[in-house]
């Protein structure tokens, strides 16, 4: 019974977590991810390589990302691109390089363009559903119901919204 009861807590405070989290919004998050292809592209580095250039934008791509940290504390993109940023670090040993905090100053960045669609005049919106068990599977193998009322937002934007229920 006890573990039940603390599956169930931990089940609680993952969802209450992952919920504050996508309420407060990870919006800039995107603009890092954004920021760094760009600069990436910029600099002409194809794929992640051991090299002062790459590093120079990885560590900015970081520093983007930690700036990012109050708002994004329960999101998953949050803490996966932290992660990552930290592994392609170690990968390509960028601690060997002598990296500056900043870019070149005068370097023009290209806008980006972040969607390039553009609904017609008579748009139809489309809706889908998606549909599963309440059920939570907790560490010892029991099932328990996840009852939460009402709908909060995963993602929302001018082009598709996606919205969680239970």
């Given at each position: 019974?006890?573990?039940?009861?603390?599956?169930?807590?931990?089940?609680?405070?993952?969802?209450?977590?992952?919920?504050?989290?996508?309420?407060?919004?990870?919006?800039?998050?995107?603009?890092?991810?954004?920021?760094y292809l760009?600069?990436?592209?910029?600099?002409?580095?194809?794929?992640?390589?051991?090299?002062?250039?790459?590093?120079?934008?990885?560590?900015?791509?970081?520093?983007?990302?930690?700036?990012?940290?109050?708002?994004?504390?329960?999101?998953?993109?949050?803490?996966?691109?932290?992660?990552?940023v930290d592994?392609?670090?170690?990968?390509?040993?960028?601690?060997?390089?002598?990296?500056?905090?900043?870019?070149?100053?005068?370097?023009?960045?290209?806008?980006?363009?972040?969607?390039?669609?553009?609904?017609?005049?008579?748009?139809?919106?489309?809706?889908?559903?998606?549909?599963?068990?309440?059920?939570?599977?907790?560490?010892?193998?029991?099932?328990?119901?996840?009852?939460v009322i009402?709908?909060?937002?995963?993602?929302?934007?001018?082009?598709?919204?996606?919205?969680?229920?239970?």
């Amino acid at each position: 019974r006890l573990h039940v009861m603390a599956g169930m807590y931990a089940a609680i405070f993952f969802l209450m977590t992952a919920v504050i989290g996508a309420k407060k919004g990870c919006s800039r998050l995107e603009g890092c991810r954004r920021e760094y292809l760009a600069g990436l592209e910029e600099a002409g580095i194809l794929e992640p390589e051991p090299t002062l250039a790459y590093c120079q934008e990885l560590r900015l791509f970081g520093q983007c990302v930690q700036r990012t940290t109050k708002g994004c504390r329960g999101d998953l993109a949050f803490h996966s691109t932290s992660s990552l940023v930290d592994t392609l670090a170690r990968r390509y040993n960028c601690s060997q390089h002598k990296i500056r905090g900043e870019r070149k100053q005068g370097v023009a960045r290209p806008a980006y363009v972040a969607c390039t669609y553009h609904r017609a005049q008579t748009a139809i919106k489309k809706e889908c559903g998606l549909y599963g068990a309440p059920d939570l599977r907790t560490f010892s193998s029991h099932y328990q119901k996840c009852n939460v009322i009402g709908t909060w937002p995963l993602l929302d934007n001018d082009y598709l919204a996606v919205q969680i229920t239970n």
